[in-house]
C-alpha cells in the first residue's frame, strides 16, 4: 500500500477577491434641508483617487465605523470622480451617525455598484428627468452628465418637487441652472406641495407641471425617480400622455446589506435591485410594481 | 467501482482526522442524526433509523448495524460552508485612521463524511452565489474533501427524484458510497478521491457487489416520501401572485423562519455591526436571516413585506421560481426538511400542488364580494 500524504489533497483555492473598501476623507458638508446634507469626500489613497470611476444612477455602500454600511447614490458630476458627493437623508441609525461627522473624518466606501441611468438612450431625442424629495439625489449625476453632453439632446428638461421650498435639495443650483436656461437649454421646473411667499416657481405636486412642459412623448426618454408615493402619480401621468414605457426608465429602492446579490434583501420579483438595477427600465418592472408587497 | 469494507471505511474517516482535516460527519445528538465535528467512525451512527413527516422527526431503531440507513437530519453542508455566525471584515480606527480587513480566515480544511446526494446538490447551488462573491466561502469549499452516500432510506418528506438531484449522488463528490450489509461500493470521481482511497486496503467491487448498489439505489428512487411536479417553473408561481391559497397558508405560517434554517440552500444573510468594548476594533457579521422575518424587507419609514402572506408568497416563489431566474437553477434540492422541521407541517409540496389544482385564480378583495 502506497503512503498518502492527504494533506497534499488540498488544493490552493483561487479565491474570490470579494469587493474592497477604499477609505475617503470627508472634505466639505453642505446642509440641503433641515435633514439633509451632502458629504464631499476624497479617497485617502492616491491610487483610489486616480481610478476610482462612476456612472449616475449607481450606488455606493458607505460604511461608518462601529456604526454600518448604507446603500447611498453617488451625487455629484461623473467626469468629476476625484471628489464625490452623496447626500444623506438622516432617517435612522446610520444616517443620524452621518450628522456627527465633521470634515476630516474617514468613511468606507464599496462600490460603485448598479446599473446606471442610460443617457446614451436619450441620444439625439428629448430628455426628460422628474424628481421627487430626495429622489433628486441619484439623479443629479445624470443631470451633470446630460449638461456636459448637451449637444447630444434636443431638450433637456429638469422637473423636481418637494414638499415644501426648505425641502428642495441643491436650491442653489436648481437656481442656477433655472437662469442657464436662455444659453445652456436646461429648462427646469420646479414645484413644491405647499409653497410660502418666497417661492418664486409652482406650487402643487410633481405631476401638476406635466401639461406645461408640453413633451412630446415619441421623442422623449424619461427618468424617474422618488418616493414611492410620488413614482406611482408620475408613471400613471407618463401612462396617460401615451409615453412608450420602454422610454421611462425608474430608480427603485429595497433593502440592501451587501449590494453584490448575496444578501438577499433587495430581491424584487426575480431582480436584485443592487445588480438588475437600481434603474430598471419601466416595461422591465412595470407587473412587479402592481404586486402589493412584493 | 471500488469496495471498502466497514473496518477500511473507518480506517479511512481516521485518517482523514489523522491528516487534520476537520472531520463533519453525521453522530447521533439529542435525539437527531446531527452533522457535527466528529472524531472518528466510531461517532457515526450505527443501527440507527429515523422516521420523518411533516412537523415530524423521530429516531428508531434498527436490528442491525447499517450506517447510513436513514436520510437526513436537520442540517446539511450549508452550516459549515456558509456559517450561521461569521466575522467578515474587521475595521479599525487609530488616530482618526480607518482601515478595514475582510481577509478569510485560516481554519482546518474540511473533510465531509455522509453528504446525501440532495445536500451536495444543495452545495452546488449556494457555488452560484457565492463561489465568486465571497472569498470567505470560496476558500472553504474549495478546500473541502466529500465523501458522499447514495441514500437506500428516503425520509418521509424526502422529494429528490422529482427535482432531479438524488437519490445517488450524481455531483460534487470525491468519492460516493453505497452501503451493503458489510461493505460499501465505492465510486471514485475525483483525482482527490483516487488519492484518497488509496490510503487503505480496497478491491474492485464484483458484478454482484456493482448490481446490488445498483439495486439500493432502484429501490429508494420507489420509496420517495413526497413527490411534486415541478413542470411550468418559474412561470407557474409568476402568474399566481395573487392566488387565493397564499392567504390560507399564512393562516398556518408561524413565520418562525424554521424552514429557512433547515433549507440548505437558503442563502439570505444580514450584516451586523459590532464594536469592542475598547472602541478602536469594528466587526462586520454576517449572520444568517429569514425572509420570514418582518424587518427582512426594512427600508426606511417601512417595511415592504408586511403580512404574512407576503413573505410566505416570497419564499416559496423565490425557491421554486426566481431562483431559476436569478442562478439557472431550482433553489429547492427536494430534500423535505422545511416540511420536517416545520412546527405546523407546512408541506410546500402541498401548496405548490393546491395552486397548481386552481391555477389562475386570484383572490377577490372583500368589498367585491360582499357587492
Ligand atoms: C439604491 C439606493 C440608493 C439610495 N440613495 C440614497 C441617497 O442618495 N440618499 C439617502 O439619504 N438615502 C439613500 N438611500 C436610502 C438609504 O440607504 C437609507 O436611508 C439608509 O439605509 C437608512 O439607514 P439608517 O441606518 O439610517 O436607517 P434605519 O431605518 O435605522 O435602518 C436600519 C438598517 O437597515 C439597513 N438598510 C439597508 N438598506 C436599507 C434601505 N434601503 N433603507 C433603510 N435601511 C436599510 C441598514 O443596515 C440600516 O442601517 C438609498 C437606498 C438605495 C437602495
Ligand atoms: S432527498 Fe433524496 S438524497 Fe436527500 S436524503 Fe432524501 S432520498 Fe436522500
Redesign the interface.
Known sequence: MMAVDLRSLEVPPESAEGTPTRVATIRRIVQETPDTFTYWMTFRDPVDRATYRFAPGQLNMLYLFGVGEIPISVASDPELPARIAHTIRSTGRVTDAFRLLKPGDQVGVRGPFGRPWPLREARGGDLMIVAGGLGLAPLRSAIYQAIRHRGQFRRLMVLVGARGPEHMLYRQELDMWNQWMQFRGVETYLTVDVADDQWPYDEGVVTTLFPKVRVDPEWTTAFVCGPEIMMHFALRGLRDMEFPMDQVWVSMERNMQCAIRVCGHCQFGPKFVCADGPVFRYDEVADLMEVHEL | MRYLDREAFGKLVD??A????DLIGPTVRDGAIVLDHIDGAEDLPSGVGEEQGPGTYRLTSRDDDMVFSWAHGPDAGKRFLFPAREVL?T?K?ND?????E?R?GDER?FAFVGLRSCDLHAIAVQDR????????Y??RR??A?FIGVNCAVPGGTCFCTSMGTGPKCTIGFDLALTELPGGFVVEVSSP?GE??I????SREATEEEVRAAQAVTTEAEGQMGRSLDVADM?ELL?RN??HPRWKDVAARCLACGNCTSACPTC?????V?G?SIT?DT?T?TREW?S?FSEE??????ME????R??RYR?WLT?KF??WI??FGTSGCVGCGRCITWCPVGIDVTEEITAIRATDGEVEVAEEVMAS
Not at chain 2, 442563502?267 to 450584516?271: A, M, P, T, V
Not at chain 2, 427582512?296 to 419609514?301: A, D, E, R
Not at chain 2, 415592504?304 to 403580512?307: A, D, E, L, Q
Open positions: 485518517a482523514l489523522g491528516a487534520g482535516y471584515c475595521a480606527r482618526g485612521q480607518l482601515t478595514v475582510c478569510p480544511p452565489v457565492f463561489l465568486d462573491a465571497d472569498p470567505h470560496a476558500r474549495e478546500r474533501l482527490r488519492q484518497m488509496e490510503v487503505v486496503r418559474p409568476y401572485r395573487e442563502f439570505c444573510h444580514d450584516i455591526e464594536m472602541g469594528a462586520r436571516a425572509c427582512f424587507s426594512h427600508i426606511v419609514g415592504i413585506r408586511k403580512s402572506e407576503s416570497q423565490h421560481a426566481s431566474d436569478q
